[in-house]
């Protein structure tokens, strides 16, 4: 099998159902966030600091291979094909996780500027790309069918990578850099 179809070469991509849409389609860019943040997510999980948390990363790399395939699929048409599905228990991991890191962090008392070691900052990037996903997402329920659930997740997906990204912070020994505005 090769790599290569040549089918999008005219800017055109399937859906699943067979239904062909721009490549530019914001479904397209919907699922091609979810695909960045994913890759990122890798990124986060390959630093050494998170090396107790390989399971719950690999969990949530998962999860968003699961909201790319439900993305991916025309909402429209009633397709044969199984994808999988995406779960209420899958958003209360996330909430267990977050509830552990911010116990066993100081309480947050102003804002945080992303940085301080370059395994948090690779965090924060993930998190940013994540509430781009979600701001498209529900651009895109504003216009088609997107399941409540996968808003609700890359919500949540985002307060986790903030508690992880402080809790890696801790972990590292690393300054956690505060925003001090010029008044």
């Known amino acids: 099998m090769k790599i290569y179809t040549k089918t999008g070469d005219k800017g055109t991509t399937a859906l699943i159902g067979g239904t062909r849409v721009p490549k530019s389609d914001l479904r397209i860019e919907v699922y ?33 291979f699961t909201i790319g395939s439900v993305l991916a699929t025309d909402p429209e048409k009633n397709t044969r094909m199984a994808t999988p599905d995406l779960h209420e228990e899958d958003v209360v991991l996330l909430e267990r996780e977050i509830d552990k890191y911010t116990s066993e962090v100081p309480p947050l008392r102003a804002f945080i500027l992303p940085g301080g ?8 990037v993930a998190r940013c790309v994540c509430r781009r996903a979600e701001r498209l997402a529900i651009g895109l329920q504003e216009v088609s069918e997107v399941d409540d659930l996968v808003i609700k997740y890359l919500n949540r997906l985002s307060d986790y990578l903030f508690a992880l990204c402080r809790v890696m912070t801790q972990e590292l020994g690393a300054e956690e850099i505060t ?4 008044m």
């Open 179 to 182: 925003w001090k505005p010029r």
């Open 32 to 64: 091609g966030t979810v695909d960045e943040l994913n890759s990122y997510i890798g990124l986060v999980r390959d630093q050494e600091v998170n090396k107790g948390r390989l399971e719950v990363l690999k969990e949530i790399q998962d999860r968003l």
């Open 117 to 124: 070691h370059q395994s948090v900052s690779f965090c924060h």
